[in-house]
């Protein structure tokens, strides 16, 4: 708290050459086993000589160093005597670099993100507004990294995180993100040169302020496609920190980098994609092992026909849907419009059981026969290609979703389900 330095590991050097003029290269390779008790004690405004050393080292992205040698056998050993005194007496300060972007990284420090796992995916659409869109999350998951660290078997973790986020392009603002209770666990496999972040978010709250470039990062997700680099900008309140050495508690902390595009596989529970050019959509609607049970009649007028259909899928994703707003796409044959499809608000839980869904389909009449082929290949067990784009809404998720534009849309064949109504309800 005074401002005294502390030490911090025992560090060792590769073998030393000072030469006139030249620069001299130093490598060094040490370990921390302790984080001294000074550096964890609440100063008088309430914050911890560590916790600073973290705000210093993101606000400023660099790392203040104070290195003296060690009056150890090891070095009156190797150094003339003259040298020894000198090196023990004296003090280097120096600065040392942080990346301000882990994906730009010299090559000294090799960071490295793959393998990303999610566990579970909750979303929940909130009633929208013309003003407003928004949605709660919860999210569990984890990304295997690479860390300039070679000694394994340490793990960190941070817990009770209570922080909020600013998500944005780099002309402007697009999502706030509000995280009140999170954890992050950052551990090493020993037998390996694996590190894991297991990432768990139970509640979290997502206000998107500008839908265009959220609802073409859905497109991409869907199309299995490039995502736009967004970057985010992470403010942590508070959070709890934990490992072998320490117990701290960290607060006022501002991380900021570029966005961790996570590929769609990371969503897939057991299936595999057998075609290499299959989109994400694609494999949802081939997995979703559609099957339709009554088809009712709605209305007609003399330029469309409407439906309602009631369907029942599977969930081949690790994740569940809730929205209360309408849903409403238009789909496309040969680039023509031939009709819409949507629903009154839809809820596809987490599960391996089937579940219903109403969808309402209008069949509307084009300059170009699009219905006609489209139920000739429905009706003779064809695949059908279409592709899809959200109708245009001022509210709620109506206002991101008409962002989202989807091609080459396979509709797989479609299958009927034989329903027993004398079967009755089974109870366990």
Known sequence: CNGDPTLLGVWASEELAFKSRIPTFVSLSG??????????????????PFNKFIQHMFDEKVIDIRV???????NKANLTPWLYNVLTLMQVEFKAPIPENLDQAPNFLPHGRSNVTLNLLDIEFLAGSESDIAFNMGFDGSVNVALPVENKGFEV???HVISDMTIYTEKE???LVLIRNGSLALSSNSSTSTNSVDCKFTDLTVRVTKPD?????????????????????SHIHEACLKSRLFTTKLSNLTIGSANLSIPYAAFQKDSKRTNSSESFFNWLLHHA??????IVYDSSSADELAVLVDCDINNPVKMSFASSDAISFEYFFNSSQVGTISMDSLTVERTDLRQAVWVKIVLKKSPVDGVGPVLSALI???????????????????????????QNIILP???FNRRNDDAGIACE
């Open 68 to 74: 003296s040698a060690t009056k150890s056998d090891n």
């Open 289 to 294: 092992n559609m099957l339709l049970g009554q």
């Open 380 to 406: 003779s067990g064809d695949p059908v290609k279409f592709d899809m784009k959200g109708t245009q809404s001022k509210q709620g998720l109506g206002k991101l979703l008409q962002h989202v534009h989807l």
């Open 173 to 175: 603002l697009i999502a």
């Open 31 to 48: 370990s921390v086993l302790e984080i001294r008790a000074e550096l964890l004690e609440q100063c008088p405004d309430g914050i911890s």
């Open 157 to 159: 973790l941070a817990s």
């Open 413 to 415: 064949p479609l299958q």
């Open 213 to 233: 470039p959220i609802g073409s990062a859905i497109s991409s997700i869907l199309s299995d496609t490039e995502l736009p680099v967004f970057q985010y900008l």
